[in-house]
């Protein structure tokens, strides 16, 4: 700024001495006022994008609409990278502040190509995910039907909860004979999922328990888990996509001060599990603007 202050200056103290004609200063004057507009344009900062992922159809539809604004926000960064571009033309008193910026918005693009193929994947999983959950139903429409089990999306998961009296009798980890022919249906759904995991989580109610095979509730819903385990296996689902985990009481989906609520958390649920990688790569931040 210093230069320009004194090429200003010059300026002034040539046209005071006669020494430039009239178009002389006017193309003077008009080099300053576009130095100044090229300054100006170079000194806009860049908002940040928040992007926000939720589940389900209306996720999706956030996703387009958070894609889109992202897209837009690139077109702009290119426009202003081409325009600081032209200006290194012109511009050489600034050229190490036009360099830096420069950089600057490159480094943003960047990022803001990395927010774009995150957010596809994760719609992509979302969509997958919404496509596996109705697939899921019509398959095994009848045992819903029938009250043996439900389907539904839980903050973000995939899960099927079977209730115990459909698969156990109370205190006891051998599935009843309706249980095996319940959980054989459901081995038969997972097995066309080959790239997809599951984990069975056993569930208790408060009811302390403890004999020569349970010494508490953790012991009783680990054990269950593990035996639907076996059973899946058994029946052909894949042993790298299945594991086991108990809970206990300690998850409970209703009040266990009633019989009812008691009923309820008694339960099996299969869980599929999220797509890791996808969820690992955390949305980068663009650096804030100066």
Known sequence: MRLTTVSILCGVMLLSSGCVTTKTHEATLQELENTRNALSSAQKTIQEQQLQIKQNQAEIKRYNDEINALQMKKKELEDEYQKLQGSLGTTRLELGDTQTKLQELQAKLNLTEKQLDTLRQIEA???????????????????????????????????????ENVLFP??????????????????????????????????????????????????????????????????????QNISAAGYGEYQPRADNNTTEGKALNRRIEIVMLPNLDILSNELPKLPESK
Not at 128 to 139: A, G, P, Q
Not at 140 to 162: C, H, P, W
Request: proline fraction near 4%.
């Open 170 to 239: 109370t205190g006891r980890t051998t599935i009843s004979t309706g249980g095996t022919e319940t959980l054989k249906e459901v081995a038969d759904v997972l097995k066309e999922l080959p790239d997809r995991r599951f984990q069975i989580e056993g569930h208790t109610d408060t009811v302390p328990i403890h004999n020569d095979r349970f010494a508490s509730n953790w012991e009783l819903s680990s054990g269950r888990a593990l035996t639907v385990v076996h059973l899946m296996i058994d029946e052909g689902v894949m042993p």
């Open 125 to 163: 999983e979302t969509k997958k995910r919404n496509e596996i959950y109705s697939h899921f139903v019509e398959k095994l429409q009848k045992m819903i039907d029938a009250g043996k089990l439900t389907v539904s999306i839980e903050n973000g998961r995939l899960v099927i909860n079977l209730p």
